[in-house]
């Protein structure tokens, strides 16, 4: 299955999120703390930790489905190891940050949003970063780059792919 999930070799990660899930049952808003939870625990959220949510809250695989893909902060494809976030803020975007992540894009070989086939790099397209004054601006992980152009991204990837 595409960017599904062994449920067995992940019984461990089911087995936390099952006791989770009992310590907060009665409380409110459940739903979003567990997605939370289980993003926490396996990454991101495959079908078969949306269907083992559903069964465990009694609630619709549909809403599980619906909250999931509705909030940018939870997603339901698996992230690479480094996560490349572009400013497309106001400041980032004057000065050029879409080239930038047009760059990125092509020298990756995905789109926004997409994850590298060997898992290393995702691309993904954020709003201001707070630190316009290096704008266009772009995070990997923890470090930030600024005053960016195209022609850097070739040397500033080659340090993330060893
Ligand atoms: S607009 Fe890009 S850091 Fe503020």
């Known amino acids: 299955m595409i960017n599904g999930l062994d449920v067995k070799a992940n019984e461990k990660q089911f087995m936390m999120l099952k006791e989770y899930i009992d310590s907060i049952r009665e409380a409110q808003g459940v739903l979003m ?9 396996f990454g991101y959220l495959p079908i078969e930790v949306q269907k083992f949510i559903s069964y465990e809250l009694d609630v619709p695989l549909a809403e599980v489905y619906g909250v999931a893909t509705f909030y940018t902060q939870f997603s339901i494809e698996p992230k690479g190891k480094h996560k490349i976030g572009v400013c497309l803020g106001t400041a980032c975007y004057v000065k050029g940050s879409q080239q930038v992540l047009d760059k990125l894009a092509k020298e990756l070989n995905i ?3 997409e994850t590298t086939s060997d ?3 995702t691309l993904e397209a954020t709003r201001c970063l707070g630190c316009c004054g290096l704008a266009p601006v772009m ?10 152009e195209p022609k850097k991204i070739p040397d500033i990837l080659s340090k993330y792919e060893e």
């Open 33 to 41: 703390q567990t997605l939370h939870k289980a993003q926490e625990i």
């Open 111 to 113: 789109k926004v949003g």
């Open 119 to 121: 898992g290393l790099f």
């Open 139 to 148: 995070m990997i992980d923890g470090d930030v780059y600024g005053k960016l």
